[in-house]
T-cell receptor
Framework: AQSVTQLGSHVSVSEGALVLLRCNYS??????LFWYVQYPNQGLQLLLKYTSAATLVKGINGFEAEFKKSETSFHLTKPSAHMSDAAEYFCAVSDRGNAGNMLTFGGGTRLMVKP | DGGITQSPKYLFRKEGQNVTLSCEQN?????MYWYRQDPGQGLRLIYY???????QKGDIAEGYSVSREKKESFPLTVTSAQKNPTAFYLC??????????FGDGTRLSIL
């Protein structure tokens, strides 16, 4: 069975500060990992994905994430927060057999950006 | 542009009533999914379908039903047996090993 834990349901940063959203996963097989972003009353938009190539993955809007097998982590970072980054972020895991098809989601982290 | 269309955006249900949420995609994706989203609980899988005329229960299928008569369409019915239907419902689709693509959701409330 797979599971995802996102530490911190709410994270608040100042505009221009580093964004760090934490994600730890549990999987019995090497996983595929994803970060999605959700703006209010909208669906989920893919930010980035890890599928066993480079461990440092770059996504849209300046976000990146690093896969660390020893720590079973896939934390999302951005060097400098913008007001437009305020949204909810979801980490998700899928086993390699199903690639991106069957996802298990974390509980989400709401990012607030202060001016 | 290709995408997933969910309708309506807002829906109200009376006690004892069944309601159907629409999900249509023009991405030519084989697989489609329905999720329920509640605050602080992430997304939970209700039903999924990997091929026309076939679908499987997800983690929280009780009180819901689906059909997959066409590749493009995967409607979800919230039945009167679902005692706590108030939530945000998201439909998604995927093909092969590609990540799931999501619609903009339907918010269901009880009158």
């Amino acid at each position: 069975a797979q599971s995802v834990t996102q530490l911190g349901s709410h994270v608040s940063v100042s505009e221009g500060a580093l964004v760090l959203l934490r994600c730890n996963y549990s999987s019995s097989v090497p996983p595929y990992l994803f970060w999605y972003v959700q703006y209010p009353n909208q669906g989920l938009q893919l930010l980035l994905k890890y599928t066993s190539a480079a461990t440092l993955v770059k996504g849209i809007n300046g976000f990146e994430a690093e896969f660390k097998k020893s720590e079973t982590s896939f934390h999302l970072t951005k060097p400098s927060a913008h007001m437009s980054d305020a949204a909810e972020y979801f980490c998700a895991v899928s086993d390699r057999g199903n690639a991106g098809n069957m996802l298990t989601f974390g509980g989400g982290t709401r990012l607030m950006v202060k001016p | 542009d290709g995408g997933i269309t969910q309708s309506p955006k807002y829906l109200f249900r009376k006690e004892g009533q069944n309601v159907t949420l629409s999900c249509e995609q023009n991405l030519n994706h084989d697989a489609m999914y329905w999720y329920r989203q509640d605050p602080g609980q992430g997304l939970r899988l209700i039903y999924y379908s990997q091929i026309v005329n076939d679908f499987q229960k997800g983690d929280i299928a009780e009180g819901y039903s689906v059909s997959r008569e066409k590749k493009e369409s995967f409607p979800l019915t919230v039945t009167s047996a679902q005692k706590n239907p108030t939530a945000f419902y998201l439909c998604a689709s995927s093909i092969g090993g590609q990540p799931q693509h999501f619609g903009d959701g339907t918010r269901l409330s009880i009158l």
